[in-house]
C-alpha cells in the first residue's frame, strides 16, 4: 500500500522504518501509539498491555528472548 | 437420685429371689453399699451424665445447622459465581479491551490477526479467573 503524502514521497506503509537503528513496523507504531494514549488516560490494564505488546514484532522478540524455553 | 433408689430396689428385689451365684451377690452388694455411702459420687456422676448429654445435644444441633448453613451457602455461591461467569462470558461485545483489540484487527497482518482473537479469548478467560478469587474481589480500572 503507499499513499502520496505531501513533502514525503511514495510513503511504503509495508516497509519498515527506521528510527534509532530499530526497525519498526507501521501496525508496531500504531499498537505503540495506542499503548501511549491509553497510558495517558491512566488506563492501568496490565492484561490488555501485555496483549498490545505481544501483537508487536518488537515485543515478541523481546518476551520470547526473555521468557524462551531453549535459553 | 430417684434412679439410685430405684437401682437399690432392684438389687434388693434381685437378691432376695435366692436363686443368685455369690460372685454375682457380692458384686451387687458392693454396687449397692458404694450407692448408698457415697451420695457425692452420685450427685458429681448424675451432674457429669447431664453435662455430657447438654454438651453432645449441643454439638449435635451445632453439626446439624453447620452442614445444613454449608451446604446451602455452598450451593448459593456456586450458583452465584455460575451466574456472574456466565454474565461475563455472554458481554464479550460490552468488553472495551476485546473491542479495542479487535478494531486494531484491519490494520494488523494476517498472521497477527489470528493472534488477536487468540488474545481476546485470554483476556475473557483473565475476565472469568477474577470472578473465581477466593476473596471475590475483582481489580478496579
Known amino acids: 500500500m503507499t499513499i502520496s503524502i505531501p ?34 488516560e491512566d488506563v492501568r490494564d496490565y492484561l490488555l498491555f501485555i496483549s498490545l505488546i ?13 521468557y524462551s524455553p531453549f535459553k | 437420685m430417684s434412679d439410685n433408689k430405684d437401682m437399690n430396689n432392684m438389687i ?20 449397692k453399699s458404694n450407692n448408698q455411702n457415697n451420695p457425692a459420687n452420685t450427685n458429681i456422676n448424675e451432674i457429669d451424665q447431664e453435662k455430657i448429654s447438654n454438651i453432645i445435644n449441643m454439638l449435635k444441633n451445632n ?29 464479550n461485545q460490552n468488553d472495551p479491551r476485546s473491542n479495542l483489540l479487535k478494531s486494531l484487527k484491519p490494520y ?20 472469568v479467573m477474577d470472578v473465581l478469587k477466593p476473596d471475590g474481589s475483582e481489580d478496579k480500572k
Open chain 1, 54 to 66: 505481544l501483537l508487536t514484532d518488537i515485543g515478541q522478540n523481546i518476551f520470547f528472548s526473555l
Open chain 1, 7 to 40: 513533502f514525503i514521497r511514495d510513503f511504503n506503509f509495508d516497509e519498515p522504518i527506521e528510527i534509532l537503528g530499530i526497525k519498526i513496523n507501521f501496525e508496531d507504531l500504531l499498537i505503540f501509539g495506542v499503548m501511549y494514549l491509553l497510558y495517558k
Open chain 2, 108 to 127: 494488523l497482518k494476517d498472521t497477527k490477526k489470528e493472534k488477536v482473537e487468540q488474545y481476546i479469548k485470554m483476556l475473557n478467560m483473565a475476565k
Open chain 2, 63 to 91: 453439626n446439624t445447622n453447620n452442614s445444613t448453613n454449608n451446604d446451602n451457602s455452598i450451593d448459593m455461591e456456586t450458583l452465584l459465581k455460575i451466574k456472574t461467569i456466565m454474565d461475563k462470558m455472554g458481554n
Open chain 2, 12 to 31: 434388693n428385689d434381685f437378691l432376695s429371689n435366692g436363686n443368685v451365684p455369690d460372685n454375682v451377690k457380692e458384686m451387687l452388694g458392693n454396687l
